[in-house]
């Protein structure tokens, strides 16, 4: 099954104690494991720009669309057999560290 894992980086005032060392052994070992499909960090937060269109208009705006305490920094898409070991491979995210957070969600398969 496959499950996207979200990352989120705290924007508490302390710095990430994980390197990118950190960063770069995590996404060999998901590719070790030959479970990982996909996976992107985004760009810094100032570039993202949001399209909302509310009765046919069309509004554009500079930034992100919410106002919160964490910022979605990437994505991980992988393929396990369960829940259990996508909440596994979470758990040893260099972002689940440091008050960031990986959310876990199921991907939808529409076959």
Not at 45 to 64: F, H, I, M, S
Not at 99 to 104: H, K, R, T
């Amino acid at each position: 099954m496959k499950y996207m894992l979200l990352i989120y980086a705290g924007t508490g005032v302390t710095e990430p104690e994980c390197t990118v060392e950190d960063w770069q052994a995590w996404d060999k070992a998901l590719h070790d494991a030959g479970v990982k499909v996909s996976g992107e960090s985004l760009a810094d937060l100032v570039t993202a720009t949001t399209v909302q269109v509310t009765g046919g208009d069309t509004t554009v705006t500079d930034g992100p669309f919410a106002e919160t305490r964490e910022l979605l920094g990437g994505f991980v898409v992988i393929d396990v057999p369960d829940l259990d070991v996508a909440l596994d491979w979470a758990a040893r995210s260099p972002g689940a560290r440091d008050g960031g957070a990986v959310e876990v969600r199921p991907i939808a398969d529409f076959g």
